[in-house]
């Protein structure tokens, strides 16, 4: 039977989930960024691939799965990546007046936190994933949060979350080179722990105001000055990020961009500029890590 969104408030809950991840460009840019809430023992509504966080309303731009079959499926191995991708949209499940999509690359990891989960591409945090030096500054700024070596989207950072996921309480990772999740009982809850989060690293790190906001098409201002400083082959052979990966390449470099591309080119050059301001040192990806990225943007890996 076809699940009826109209009969619980969990969709309602996952698009304030999502707005409040998605209110700021300092910490959600483009596609990037998830949020899911779980409805009852197996359901859970999670953002789908393709999908903006700011575009998500309670009838579009997510899906819905069985996330209990998925946390069994973890606990006896995830598989390879296609395998693990088909057995996810295996799991969608039928919506009463929601178009289907496929569940994004993320909703494994996901499926094994509380109840709410918010992840953000947030620009103070991933100082800190970014630079090599981060992880250990995190680790006296938040005693008992969880830091996490970098893995590609998908099974393998899913697999590296499952040793540490507590199902029940509330918890805060920092994804080397990806970004930040932060997981609560309620909206709420996990909104709140995420803003506290950033505004402790912001606060602590004496980090520079953000830039604004670009909307119109071709590089930014301020995105023009700042590759003309550090360089398009610099940008080209250096990669922090999948959503460099996935946004930032040659077409993207030559001015072929909209506001996504620019949204994650400020946060990339941002980043960089307050590990310079640290005296801290950029952690890149390797050139192998940075060929799988590639690799998946041309199958399984997409906006989401």
């Not at 199902?167 to 506290?196: D, I, M, Y």
């Not at 990966?245 to 077409?251: E, F, N, V």
């Not at 050059?269 to 301001?277: E, N, Q, V």
């Amino acid at each position: 039977m076809a699940y009826d969104p109209s009969l619980d408030n969990a969709p309602e809950l996952l698009a304030r989930a999502a707005a409040g991840a998605a209110r700021r460009p300092d910490l959600t840019q483009g596609g990037g960024g998830n949020v899911s809430v779980k409805a009852g023992a197996e359901r859970m509504l999670i953002k789908a691939t393709g999908s903006r966080l700011r575009d998500l309303a309670p009838r579009s731009g997510w899906t819905l799965v069985n996330y209990a079959n998925i946390r069994r499926r973890v606990a006896s191995g995830p598989g390879g990546e296609d395998e693990f991708s088909d057995y996810i949209c295996a799991q969608a499940l039928t919506v009463k007046g929601v178009a289907p999509a496929r569940p994004s690359i993320e909703t494994g990891f996901h499926a094994l936190l509380n109840t709410v989960v918010v992840h953000t591409h947030s620009v103070y945090a991933n100082v800190l994933n970014m630079s090599a030096e981060g992880h250990a500054l995190g680790r006296e700024l938040f005693p008992g949060y969880e830091f996490v070596a970098y893995r590609a989207p998908g099974p393998q950072l899913c697999t590296a979350i499952a040793g540490r996921a507590a199902r029940s309480e509330p918890q805060v990772f920092f994804l080397a080179n990806h970004g930040l999740v932060t997981t609560h009982a309620g909206v709420e809850g996990a909104l709140a722990l995420s803003l506290k989060v950033n505004e402790t690293i912001r606060r602590g790190l004496s980090l520079p105001p953000y830039p604004a906001a670009w909307a119109g098409e071709g590089l930014s201002p301020y995105n023009a000055a700042a590759l003309a400083r550090r360089g398009r082959g610099f940008m080209l052979n250096n990669v922090l990020s999948p959503d460099q990966a996935l946004y930032c390449g040659p077409r993207t470099l030559d001015g072929g961009c909209g506001p996504d591309e620019n949204e994650v080119l400020t946060a990339l050059f941002y980043i960089l500029d307050c590990i310079d301001l640290l005296r801290l040192t950029p952690k890149f990806l390797t050139p192998a890590e940075a060929e799988h990225l590639s690799s998946m943007k041309s199958g399984r890996y997409g906006r989401g």
